[in-house]
């Protein structure tokens, strides 16, 4: 397992293997051709845990990928630009936050928050009421991240919808803002019909560290569902340990 060893070790070992070896990554990119798409994600994994110091390598052949006809690749490869970065990543990304499939959009505007690429503001505003639940949730989560605290308003919508998985994505969004203010909306949720819903509600609780909100969910933990009772039990075990 490469990503378990040293960061500063796997630098060395795929400095030395890009830098000695110059047709690595032509043969690798024949490999990858004739490897189904599973495992293709796999070996690119490896090549970017060992490629920090020769990323722009490793670059050029991620970017063919996403352009890759197949959604769900584009969509995984999408995935692996955060690991790259640099400049020629966030001009990708733009791109990619345009793309018709709603997964690599979504994965996009993800990445493109992780990086901080302040640029995507304009970009992705409008997108915070699309109609795709993880498209939405992750530009309201970009955007409150790079400083637009406003478009929390357009979680309580969410939080508002018919659809259950327009909430729950709404939910965990929350849970990535990761900000006390918004515990007063993570209490409605609890009162979900939902059980999903409920369980991303706790799970919330817990990664926000209110030891207050215990009290909360003390009401779960002889539920029926069992998701919500493990979940719930989770919690207030987690603050019982916290206090001791």
């Known amino acids: 397992q490469l990503s378990s ?4 070790i796997r630098n060395q070992l795929g400095e030395a293997l890009l830098k000695t070896d110059s047709s690595f990554i032509e043969e690798m990119e024949k490999k990858l051709a004739r ?22 390598k490793v670059l050029n052949l991620l970017l063919k990928f996403a352009k890759d006809p197949d959604a769900q690749i584009r969509a995984d490869f999408t995935k692996l630009l955060g690991l790259v970065g640099g ?12 793309d ?5 959009r979504a994965n996009a505007i993800e990445v493109a928050a992780a990086l901080n690429l302040k640029e995507i503001g304009n970009l992705v505003l409008p997108m915070t009421s699309h109609a795709n639940n993880r498209v939405r949730a992750n530009a309201i989560i970009a955007l409150y991240k790079l400083g637009n605290t406003n478009v929390i308003v357009g979680l309580s919508e969410m939080l508002r919808s018919a659809d259950k998985w327009m909430r729950a994505s709404a939910t965990y969004a929350l849970g990535e ?3 006390k203010r918004i515990l007063p909306l993570l209490n409605n949720v609890l009162n979900d019909s939902d ?38 039990t989770n919690l207030v075990n987690h603050f019982r340990k916290a206090i001791i």
């Not at 490897?35 to 722009?56: A, D, F, R, Y």
């Not at 609780?205 to 493990?230: C, M, P, Q, Y």
């Open 5 to 8: 060893l040293p960061e500063d």
């Open 35 to 56: 490897t189904e798409p599973k495992i293709k994600m796999q070996i690119l994994k490896m090549l970017v845990h060992l490629s920090k110091g020769e990323s722009k």
């Open 87 to 98: 400049k020629e990543v966030s001009d990708v990304l733009v791109n990619l936050i345009n």
């Open 100 to 104: 018709d499939n709603a997964r690599v």
């Open 177 to 179: 803002i990761n900000d």
């Open 195 to 232: 059980p999903d819903v409920v369980v991303n509600a706790i799970r919330v609780l817990k990664k926000i560290g209110d030891i207050n909100s215990t009290a909360l969910v003390f009401k779960f933990l002889n539920h029926e569902n069992k998701k919500i009772r493990t979940e719930a």
